[in-house]
């Protein structure tokens, strides 16, 4: 089974911008899909942005073109980079990995903390 380890977050003030990074243990080609998710403080998880292993990318309405998801499949790796950062993006940012029909895979987080 494929680890994901995300790296990245941090202290960041408002307005500045981070890229959180996924390294997978395996060949994300292996995947149909890579995702970023984010959990903030007393609030659901939430999906935020998508991947296919074609470079197809999807987004959610929240982000409001502000994210950006890439990958990088010589490296196994997943990026998320996020431009003015607010403090409502602050959140633990899930690295999510999905293949047909039943396979869903997990990081354990990196916490992303927007604040002055």
């Known amino acids: 089974q494929v680890q994901l380890v995300e790296s990245g977050g941090g202290l960041v003030q408002p307005g500045g911008s981070l890229r959180l990074s996924c390294a997978a243990s395996?060949?994300?080609?292996?995947?149909?899909?890579m995702h970023w998710y984010r959990q903030a403080p007393g609030k659901e998880r939430e999906w935020v942005a998508g991947?296919?292993?074609?470079?197809?990318?999807n987004y959610a309405d929240s982000t409001k073109g502000r994210f950006t998801i890439s990958r990088d499949n010589a490296k196994n790796m997943v990026y998320l980079g996020i431009n003015s950062l607010k403090p409502e993006d602050t959140a633990v940012y899930y690295c999510?990995?999905?293949?047909?029909?039943?396979?869903?895979?997990w990081g354990q987080g990196t916490q992303v903390t927007v604040s002055s």
């Open positions: 999510n990995a999905w293949r047909s029909p039943n396979y869903n895979y």
């Open positions: 991947i296919t292993s074609g470079g197809s990318t």
């Open positions: 395996g060949s994300i080609l292996s995947f149909n899909t």
